[in-house]
Each structure stands twice: as C-alpha cells, then as structure tokens.
C-alpha cells in the first residue's frame, strides 16, 4: 500500500492501489476545494471545468501516479505541471499532494476569556458619559 504525503495538512495515509486521490482525502476528511466550489462540486465524476478539486502532485516516480481519461478534458483548461485533478488520478505509488490555499478549515484551539482588571479606558469611557448627561 502506498503512501500519501497530504502536504498543506500534514497528514500522511496508507492508501490502497487503485482509488483515486479524491475518495482518500474524503477518507481522511481533507477537504480539497475552496470558496465557491466548496458548495457545487462535482462529487468526484470529472465534471467540473478543472478547478474544483486541483491538486499539485510531486511523485518519485511517474508512474506512481495514473490519471482517468474523461471526456471533458476537451472542454477544460490544461493543468500545467504538476497540477492534475484529484478525482481523475488513480494511485498507484507513494506520493506527496499538496491541496489549494486556502482549502483548509482552522478549527478554533483556543479561548479567549476577558479580562477581569480594570483598564485606564474604561474609566475614562466613564468619565466622558458622566460629563455628557
């Protein structure tokens, strides 16, 4: 089973041969698509016009990873480099992915709770509303 290196979350999966890079991240709970595309995406059929689950992919070798043929690569912009689709590569060898800015979610780590001290600005704040009425 090979390895997949999710970069921007730093994650890394035992995936099996065979399943596309999209079906591990949703696996894993990695979210790959942003802003707009968050909410209409394609569910992994190829159908998008080639921004929704782009990913960029650094393999040792170049058959590590396969990638789907699909009829609307036609009708879609080329990926340049590095960039494919995730749901159109097959794994087939160990790999790192990294995902698009931005696609992942920060979860809230801490708590903030107010100060209870007294400030300068406050009193000063009370002060001015005394002088008001």
């Known amino acids: 089973m090979p390895l997949i290196h999710f970069l921007n979350e730093a994650i890394t999966i035992d995936a099996p041969v065979g399943m596309t890079i999209y079906e591990i991240s949703q696996k894993a709970n990695i979210n790959l ?4 595309l968050n909410t209409y995406q394609c569910g992994g059929k190829g159908l998008c016009l080639g921004a929704g689950c782009k990913v960029w992919i650094n393999a040792p070798s170049e058959h ?3 990638k789907k043929s699909h009829w609307k690569e036609r009708l879609r912009p080329q990926l340049h480099g590095k960039q494919r689709l995730a749901c159109q ?3 087939s060898g ?5 995902t698009q800015p931005g696609a992942t979610t920060v979860k809230q780590s801490t708590r903030w709770d107010p100060d209870p001290r007294e400030h300068k600005w406050q009193k000063r704040l009370a002060v001015t509303a005394s002088k008001k009425t």
């Open 33 to 36: 698509h942003r802003g707009f």
């Open 64 to 66: 590590a990873v396969s």
């Open 89 to 91: 590569c097959i794994v």
């Open 94 to 98: 160990q790999c790192e992915v990294r």
